[in-house]
């Protein structure tokens, strides 16, 4: 099978948000899809979204190219060695964010380790379960994968000819190393997350009522499920401890600033160094998709608060042939105006706030 | 005058982001506006941009209602001395997010506190200076306001016609409870955000490709500027130095159990507890601009990457009739279409998925 085709026959073991979404990914290129979960009514939902049919008790007549095992850190070794004994596919993989764990876990149960690529698709939404599952989850998105010295390369051609039909870019990296960098950038903010949001459980009513965008930002993912997120940090137990430490560390040093543990000048100082370190930190992150994010200029338009306005923003901005390349609306509600805050190419900014203004908008700026 | 009247004649000291929003909100009123500014540069801008005209250096022939001074939390002390000894207005407000120390500091400078209300506008942009100021940025925003036994209800009711000038809606709130509020909500997340981000700077490049959308949330507000923010911690740094002791404290505490120092079924516990405060904490955060979130409904639309469709799609939605409340767009490089998320009252929502689905558009789910 050539690395740039979608496999002919996938087996997606858990049809949660990322196995369902796999498997629509996969039903677009044609691919047969077999389909198991333990929940029956997650199962009978894939099918019905037409994700695939249930895979039969029974032996399979046919191999699979591919089994996908999308369950969590903690089930992928058994759910494994369980698949490789039924002879399920020719080669397997597994979409957990954690991947060091559970590969040892595999060896220790005795699993094939030529056959299985690690694999980790970095994308996700807040919902949950096949309901909220999307064929075009993957678009643009990295999918890291973890081969190992033991693992053959016709797996490996199988699994990126997954990735690719699946519209995603597979990322090559070592399983330690892969845990890592989630545990940098996806499991310890997580665990950070959660205890600033803890912070305002016991608040006062007035302080909610202070809260604006910066908090809301901070801490949303601390609405997240926590069996899910329990499963996870405890497979990547000892990187997210290396990092929630060194984020203690800071914030303990600055209290202590704050207490006046420091000189008067030593304060300031203190907090300029964590604060620029934090500067630098943030300007690391790429933008979406892993691109650097481009420098858009933004036009904010004054907008009444009722059906049809966009539309006519929408179709003025497409008579300026500018491509709005994201937006953002304001409410105030009581009031009957919002602002749409419209993000386009430095270049066509002039043109477009030009075009609005013409045609009777308010822009202000 | 009424409570509900805009003033005639207001004074703005520093002609930032928010000095000048409020002058161009109070413009819209016909109110004359003042405007003072160490830095002639901003002064001129603010001026050219209709926010109003140049403070005179002589003595003002007729006082001013009000004077705002728009001056970090440092500086509020020693500018309402010397707006007072100029006679500039008969009251006088700030806008600084802190307000206990600053008060402090004003009574310490023997200034007039009758006339002085403490206030604090809860609204920001990420841009900062006159060029990003907006008439409407405090449109149905929360504004803080922290009189005290010593102020004069003429002034609490001037400053109050102020605030409703510009579409703000006043909360009372005594000065130590708002600095412990926006130590909660505000100040102390501003830090561990940094302290979060700070782990990316010595980053492998690989984590940084594995970044999602959780980090990037967390990390946002990192990229303030630490000078603004070194001011606004010191003068606020008890408050503040509190949250961070709690947050560093669940941290290291989730760390150690992580790091095994608990029997195995305790690190689940450990998390559990911790997260589950986390999901509570986060419940509290009212929706924007302090009214509860309304449950919205989001129709997913996948669109054509190209000027002029965007149009198309809130025009059908406005020939259905529905009013879109938020957008969101989510591009993937390298591939011609993107995905359009709208937000809709959920009793619209299948009315746009049928209006969409009818005219040609795919709305996966």
């Known amino acids: 099978m050539d690395v740039a085709e979608a496999p002919e026959r996938v087996v997606v073991i858990g049809t949660g948000l990322i196995g369902t979404s796999i498997a629509l990914a996969l039903r677009e290129h044609g691919t047969e899809v077999l389909l198991d979960d333990r929940d029956p009514v997650a199962l009978r939902l894939a099918a019905e979204l037409g994700a695939g049919v249930p895979l039969p008790e029974a032996a399979l007549a046919r191999r699979a190219d591919l089994a996908v095992l999308a369950v969590p850190p903690g089930a992928v070794a058994a759910t494994l060695r369980d698949a490789q004994k039924r002879g399920l596919a020719r080669a397997y993989t597994d979409v957990a964010s954690v991947k060091d764990r559970p590969l040892?876990?595999?060896?220790?149960?005795?699993?094939?380790?030529?056959?299985?690529?690690?694999?980790?698709?970095?994308?996700?939404?807040?919902?949950?379960?096949?309901?909220?599952?999307?064929?075009?989850?993957?678009?643009?998105?990295?999918?890291?994968?973890?081969?190992?010295?033991?693992?053959?390369?016709?797996?490996?051609?199988?699994?990126?000819?997954?990735?690719?039909?699946?519209?995603?870019?597979?990322?090559?990296?070592?399983?330690?190393?892969?845990?890592?960098?989630?545990?940098?950038?996806?499991?310890?903010?997580?665990?950070?997350?959660?205890?600033?949001?803890?912070?305002?459980?016991?608040?006062?009513?007035?302080?909610?009522?202070?809260?604006?965008?910066?908090?809301?930002?901070?801490?949303?993912?601390?609405?997240?499920?926590?069996e899910l997120w329990i499963g996870i940090l405890t497979a990547n137990a000892e990187p997210v401890a290396g990092v929630l430490e060194s984020v203690a560390a800071d914030l303990a040093r600055a209290a202590a600033a704050l207490r006046g543990d420091v000189p008067a000048d030593g304060l300031a100082e203190a907090l300029r160094e964590l604060l620029g370190r934090g500067n630098a930190g943030r300007a690391r992150i790429p933008g979406k998709h892993g691109e650097r994010a481009p420098a858009y200029a933004v036009?904010?338009?004054?907008?009444?608060?009722?059906?049809?306005?966009?539309?006519?923003?929408?179709?003025?901005?497409?008579?300026?042939?500018?491509?709005?390349?994201?937006?953002?609306?304001?409410?105030?509600?009581?009031?009957?105006?919002?602002?749409?805050?419209?993000?386009?190419?430095?270049?066509?900014?002039?043109?477009l706030a030009g075009e609005l203004r013409a045609r009777g908008w308010s822009v202000p700026g």
Request: hydrophobic fraction near 50%; glycine fraction near 10%.
């Open 299 to 351: 036009v904010s338009v004054v907008i009444p608060d009722r059906p049809g306005e966009l539309a006519l923003l929408f179709q003025a901005a497409g008579v300026a042939g500018v491509n709005i390349e994201d937006v953002t609306i304001e409410h105030s509600p009581g009031l009957p105006v919002g602002v749409a805050e419209l993000a386009v190419r430095p270049e066509a900014a002039e043109r």
């Open 104 to 226: 040892r876990e595999a060896a220790e149960l005795g699993c094939d380790l030529r056959g299985f690529v690690a694999g980790h698709p970095l994308a996700g939404r807040e919902r949950s379960g096949p309901a909220a599952a999307r064929g075009d989850l993957f678009l643009g998105r990295t999918w890291a994968l973890c081969p190992t010295a033991a693992t053959a390369p016709e797996a490996v051609a199988a699994v990126t000819g997954l990735v690719r039909a699946c519209g995603a870019r597979p990322l090559t990296v070592a399983p330690a190393e892969h845990d890592r960098a989630v545990a940098l950038v996806s499991h310890g903010p997580h665990v950070v997350a959660a205890a600033t949001a803890a912070r305002l459980e016991g608040a006062d009513d007035v302080a909610l009522r202070l809260a604006g965008q910066g908090v809301r930002d901070v801490t949303r993912i601390a609405a997240s499920d926590p």
